[in-house]
């Protein structure tokens, strides 16, 4: 992962968090980005199963799990974000 990339997630997990409390839950991300893709960031992500996305688990895990295809996930999170 870039650092432009870290970045980018740091800037949209942000914005995503609407109660500033560190996490993303379910409802932040569908608010921001829809049921479907929303739901899709939790089931990606949380790994842990806590239900809520750290900061931590929103970069690192994305960078794992997406790998090579992280920018382009990255710019679709930035083109559904609605918040
Ligand atoms: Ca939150
Ligand atoms: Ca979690």
Redesign the pocket.
Known sequence: MSAQELAQLEFIFKKVDADGGG?LDADELKEAFGDEFGAKLMADL?????????LE?FTTNAASVYGGDLSKNIAQMQINCKV
Request: aromatic share 0%; glycine share 18%; hydrophobic share 20%.
């Open positions: 996490t949380d790994a842990d199963g806590d239900g809520e996305l750290s688990e």
